[in-house]
Nanobody, 125 residues
Framework: QVQLVESGGGLVQAGGSLRLSCASS????????LGWFRQGPGKERAFVAA????????YYSDSAKGRFTTSRDTAKNTVFLQMNRLKPEDTAVYYC??????????????????WGKGTLVTVSS
């Protein structure tokens, strides 16, 4: 049974940092790409960042480039999203998701096979 469990969300002031984690189990990891998505108030769920488990290659949305970094710990089967210089518009529920045989550049909501339940990030101004 596949499980993706996010943690690390919380309340932070604008300009601050948070590190999200996604602990995963049940995947054949080398065949999967793990992604981060977010859904803000009144908005559709949108792609943020992705990392291919096998070679660690990454891809970011324009809003995440230069501020967010995704990485993985293969020993702990965990993916991270380091978020720096946070802005109020980054406020959202952040979800971890997994798709098989998908390049990081093609991680879209419709292609995801598994989802976590999300963790709330609130950035105050």
């Amino acid at each position: 049974q596949v499980q993706l469990v996010e943690s690390g969300g919380g309340l932070v002031q604008a300009g601050g940092s948070l590190r999200l984690s996604c602990a995963s189990s049940g995947l054949t990891f080398t065949t999967y790409t793990l992604g981060w998505f977010r859904q803000g108030p009144g908005k559709e769920r949108a792609f943020v960042a992705a990392i291919r488990w096998g070679d660690g290659s990454t891809y970011y949305s324009d809003s995440a480039k230069g501020r967010f970094t995704t990485s993985r710990d293969t020993a702990k089967n965990t993916v991270f999203l380091q978020m720096n210089r946070l802005k109020p518009e980054d406020t959202a529920v952040y979800y971890c998701a997994a798709a098989r045989w998908t390049p990081p550049q093609r991680m879209v909501v419709a292609n995801m096979r598994y989802w976590g339940k999300g963790t709330l990030v609130t950035v105050s101004s």
